[in-house]
């Protein structure tokens, strides 16, 4: 257990929903960090945040958002959902950011099938 | 451009077999940190190193260990006497200082398969 728990774990829904993915960090890290992993594009960065604001972004689509509450959890909100957006969404968190020695820990990934 | 290549999509080898998985980066960071995760078939991302720019000291941890080169910008992961739990697929990447967000570019990612 890494200590990064993501819910939920599968997720089925049809094209044009919404759908919300948890995080909640390992305990004592301010940051958090979204990816998404498809055969297609590998593992592609989404967005971070730190101690509840955004400090950077990724290739993440406009019908992608996410936020972090005080409490540090994260949340990344997923409308309008496509085919292509079928994929597995990591959520990791570090204890720093901005020195580029963060490990990020990740969690065991929220896997999103679109029908 | 800050990016990670990993040529090799695919290596299957037989166990105790010796494998070396590559890794070429780009960055224009002059201080930046790479990083080895693997993820087994379970779907988890594991860490397994960071080597941080100015230590090019080769890294040696049981049967892993780590080449990292300056010159060719490359940072090379070979494990020894491969077993069948090493099969997984393992990620390459590098951090993106320049941002300051020290999020990580990852490569594409090599397949490793372990034959009994």
């Known amino acids: 257990d890494s200590g990064v728990t993501q819910t939920p774990k599968h997720l089925i829904t049809a094209t044009g929903q919404r759908v919300t993915l948890r995080c909640s960090p390992r305990?004592?890290?301010?940051?958090v960090y979204w990816y998404q992993q498809s055969l297609d594009q590998g593992l592609q960065f989404l967005i971070q945040?730190?101690?509840?604001?955004?400090?950077a972004k990724g290739n993440i689509l406009e019908r992608f958002s996410a936020q972090q509450f005080p409490d540090l959890h994260s949340e990344l909100n997923l409308s309008s959902l496509e085919l292509g957006d079928s994929a597995l969404y990591f959520c990791?968190?570090?204890?720093?950011?901005?020195?580029?020695?963060?490990?990020?820990?990740f969690g065991a990934g929220s896997r999103l099938t679109v029908l | 451009a800050q990016k990670v290549t990993q040529a090799q999509t695919e290596i299957s080898v037989v166990e105790k077999e010796d494998v070396t998985l590559d890794c070429v980066y780009e960055?224009?960071?002059?201080?930046?940190?790479l990083f080895w995760y693997k993820q087994p078939p379970s779907g988890e991302l594991v860490f397994l190193i960071r080597?941080?720019?100015?230590?090019?000291q080769n890294e040696i941890s049981g049967r892993y260990s780590w080449n990292f080169q300056k010159s060719t910008s490359s940072f090379n992961f070979t494990i020894t006497a491969s077993q069948v739990v090493d099969s997984a697929v393992y990620f390459c990447?590098?951090?993106?200082?320049?941002?300051?967000?020290?999020?990580?570019?990852f490569g594409q990612g090599t397949e490793l398969s372990v034959k009994p």
């Open positions: 945040y730190y101690n509840g604001e955004e400090r």
């Open positions: 960055t224009r960071d002059t201080t930046y940190y």
């Open positions: 080597r941080n720019s100015f230590d090019e």
């Open positions: 305990s004592g890290d301010l940051s």
């Open positions: 990447a590098l951090s993106d200082v320049y941002n300051q967000g020290g999020k990580l570019i």
């Open positions: 990791a968190s570090s204890k720093v950011v901005g020195t580029g020695a963060n490990v990020l820990t």
